[in-house]
């Protein structure tokens, strides 16, 4: 009858390790960014998106922390320029790049690297706007988040008028 205790012991050992061995560690994956071969794709505005909720999107799903690093990872060229040379700011010398950090069980940590590095990289596509259907999104949200989104067919005017019926016509006045 040993069988029969194996299963359980094994069990109780999955269960209480949650599945890991409990080991957790630290690693950071590069991932360049072609900014020589496309020097006027806005490449951090792609990555980051509205409000930076993109890049918070693919740190969410894959539990890995996104840095963007190197020349152009400042907005403001003439702060980046101050910042050059300081301590902690060492990678402006650097081409623009991303840093990928996970701290995560060992079983996993590199699975969510790759999740990670694969969902970035696809990012850093360039794609006709026209085509760019991840854009178009951002866009969106953006809208959405500016409180300007209007959906398809919805009048081109901006504001809702009590005075005009959903054609955009104006109502017809009522004797009262």
Known sequence: MPGLVQPSLAENWLNSQGGSSGL???????VDIPVDKYPNYNF?????????????????NTECRVLIRGRGSIKDPAREEM???KPG?????EPLHILIEAELPVEIVDARLMQA???????LKPTDESQDFYKKQQLRELALLNGTLREEGSPMSGSLSPFQNSLGMKRAKTRG
């Open 24 to 30: 957790i560690v630290k690693r950071t994956i590069r």
């Open 44 to 60: 951090v505005g792609r990555l980051l998106g509205p409000r930076g909720n993109s890049l918070k999107r693919v740190e969410a």
């Open 83 to 85: 910042m050059r040379g």
């Open 89 to 93: 700011y060492e990678h402006l010398n």
């Open 117 to 123: 590095r694969e969902i970035l990289e696809d990012l």
